[in-house]
């Protein structure tokens, strides 16, 4: 995923004068290039990052549209006031681009986990929040971003993880999510770096004679909410799959959606625990202690399945 941000944010500037890109001396290697090809667009203002979003409110009031760029607790939580005060408030067009979502620096241990970020970006009027699921929902996800009004979270993995989209994206639209399968029973909705596991998922409920529909929903606000209804109409149970908190993500919005127009379809979340990691290990490792593999879920959901009957809706 940041290599596909690097080479989008790239050709967006070689077109684009009024763009810029701060980080916060975060992209080692990554941005060498980039800084020789856009020496004046380019800054890194070192360990500083609500000195960051302030140089980036002052760029988007002269009139460029900004890219702030550093690892995803840091550039969220260490700078939310002034995220709130200098971007939100004034509703600026300033992308907040965070690498190493959820659990990716797994062995970093908890101060590097992003396990909030989402709630703490949602809660925040007039802010966006986008997490692509791979690298072809990030290139379609950063040009989108340019054509906002206001300031948006970009909610990046790393690197490696793998394209599920090999066809492309017709269409791609923030706050529109993306039907990968059409199915019926179970709905799967995913977010951002829990793709590749949704379709393993997916694929195994499947090998099991099921047909479940699979939802990309890259964007957590503003939620797709003609989407979550259609699958609510349709599927005995919609499960969504994060690397989140349980509590503020994607599970919370998708329940305010189908409770606030009264729907009965049952919900099957799949995120983490309201609590800190104490062990430090590879994303797999703590994903597995926290039942967010293919296995754990594919497990529970067939067993819902077996509960609600495979071949019933509504």
């Known amino acids: 995923m940041r290599q596909a941000f690097v080479k989008t944010i790239s050709e967006l500037m070689q077109g684009d004068d009024s763009i810029m890109l701060l980080t916060a001396d975060t992209g080692f290697h990554v941005f060498d290039e980039f800084q020789n090809v856009f020496p004046d667009r380019y800054l890194n203002v070192g360990i500083s990052e ?5 140089m980036a409110a002052g760029l988007a009031i002269d009139g460029k549209q900004v890219f702030v ?33 959820g659990l990716t620096y797994g062995p970093a241990g908890m101060t590097h986990h992003s396990i909030e970020d989402i709630a703490v970006m949602s809660c925040l009027p007039n802010m966006a929040v986008v997490c692509p699921g791979d690298p072809v929902e990030v290139r379609e996800a950063v040009r989108a971003s340019v054509g906002l009004p206001g300031p948006c979270y970009l909610r990046l ?91 503020g993500g994607l599970a919370g919005t998708v329940a305010g959606v189908v409770t606030g127009e009264g729907r009965t379809v049952r919900l099957q979340t799949f995120a983490l625990p309201d609590q800190y990691e104490h062990y430090a290990g590879s994303q797999a490792f703590i994903r ?22 495979r071949s019933g809706s509504g």
């Not at 066809?167 to 529109?176: C, D, K, M, V, W």
């Not at 998922?201 to 090998?207: E, I, M």
């Not at 989407?227 to 509590?247: G, K, N, P, Q, Y």
């Not at 296995?295 to 609600?308: D, P, V, Y």
């Open 50 to 54: 609500a000195a960051m979003i302030g």
């Open 69 to 101: 760029y550093g690892i995803a607790p840091f550039v969220t939580m260490r700078c939310f006031e002034q995220i709130r005060v200098c971007l939100c408030y004034p509703n600026l067009p300033v992308r907040i681009v965070g690498v190493g979502a």
């Open 157 to 247: 993995g790393k690197t490696g993880e793998p394209t599920i989209h090999t066809a492309g994206i017709e269409a791609f639209a923030i706050g529109r999510g993306i039907r990968i399968a059409e199915g019926s029973g179970i709905g799967i909705v995913a977010v951002g770096n829990m793709l590749e596991t949704a379709v393993g998922v997916h694929q195994r409920l499947k090998d099991e004679g099921m047909d479940p529909e699979l939802v990309s929903m890259h964007t957590v606000k503003p939620i797709d909410r003609d989407l979550i209804l259609d699958l609510a109409d349709r599927c005995h149970t919609i499960a969504t799959i994060e690397e989140h908190s349980v509590i």
């Open 288 to 309: 597995s202690r926290c039942g967010l593999t293919v296995e754990a879920i594919a497990s529970r959901l067939l067993e819902c399945a077996n509960g609600a009957g």
